[in-house]
């Protein structure tokens, strides 16, 4: 793809997702991430209902009046988008690929961080770590991710999420607000998960294709996992086939849920040909709720 056209896609990106953000998620990622707790401002004389557990008894006793001591939030978060960029992200049956919306919501996340003053990052994985980008604040570097995501090409294939916690554990220190983004196609990672959950605020973001889920009577047809690169022909025409497909699809993603809410994990789940804007909204609406 030439310069000029990849200028363009991020820019439509930007525009569409600037907008989104302007308009609903701002005021909604303000009040779920409230920042990462309170410092002292100033001391001010008293007022008719203040605390009294904040006067400044040294202060007061000085002065002969009483003071209070004011604290602020302390706004600044950093928020760290860990990306699976398998192969199997590679793959889109009605609107568009999965990579592509992944590329979507990481800049309404992006936006929605350095409009409240966050910084933000970017580790993107697959069966090993394949790029990271350290949290920074500003428009350029939001666009860069942007541009990471799209059109990053990965030399690994499958997806280990455990290997990508374990690295982002190493060079993230700081407490942070972490989207794991996924279609949580990999193995023995819960263990893991729970451990840096403990420490940072991970929200499990999984990203399906409706074909994931269930199939149209198209007759036989040739199926490749895109991370193995194993084939098989199925037909999708027997109503036997199509049910015990659309009822394992189903039986994964509840247990997938379950699991999460085992280990006190948020979990969002987007269909690429369906909007992401409610499944966002009512996660940041549970989540100020819940806080």
Not at 9 to 18: A, P, S
Not at 114 to 125: A, E, R, S, T, Y
Not at 139 to 155: M, S
Request: with cysteine; hydrophobic share 40%.
């Amino acid at each position: 793809m030439e310069q000029k056209e990849i200028f363009k896609k991020i820019r439509r990106i930007e525009i569409r997702t600037k907008r989104l953000v302007n308009d609903l998620f701002s005021g909604e990622y303000h009040s779920t991430f409230k920042g990462r707790g309170i410092e002292f401002e100033e001391v001010r004389q008293y007022l008719p209902g203040d605390d009294i557990r904040l006067i400044d008894w040294n202060v007061t006793a000085r002065t002969g009046y009483p003071h209070v001591k004011k604290f602020r939030e302390e706004r600044e978060l950093s928020v760290i988008l860990l990306v699976d960029m398998s192969s199997s992200g590679f793959f889109g049956t009605k609107e568009r690929f999965k990579e592509e919306t992944a590329a979507e919501l990481c800049a309404v996340l992006a936006f929605s961080a350095i409009k409240n003053n966050d910084k933000v990052g970017l580790i993107i994985f697959t069966d090993r770590i394949e790029k990271f980008v350290p949290p920074k604040k500003g428009k350029a570097h939001v666009l860069r991710l942007i541009r990471e995501i799209l059109y990053f090409k990965p030399v690994g294939t499958g997806t280990d999420i455990a290997s990508a916690l374990e690295y982002f554990n190493h060079v993230i220190k700081k407490k942070s607000v972490v989207f794991l983004i996924s279609d949580f196609l990999s193995e023995d990672y819960l263990k893991p998960l729970q451990i840096a959950n403990r420490k940072h605020d991970i929200i499990a973001m999984k990203i399906s294709d409706p074909r994931e889920l269930s199939f149209e009577d198209v007759g036989l047809i040739e199926l490749e996992d895109a991370e193995t690169g194993e084939v098989m022909l199925v037909d999708t025409g027997s109503m036997e086939f199509r049910l015990d497909f659309a009822q394992k699809a189903e039986a994964d993603n509840f247990g997938l849920k379950r699991s999460f809410r085992l280990i006190n994990l948020d979990f969002i789940q987007i269909i690429t040909n369906q909007s992401y804007i409610v499944p966002l909204i009512n996660f940041f609406k549970m989540r100020e709720k819940r806080h």
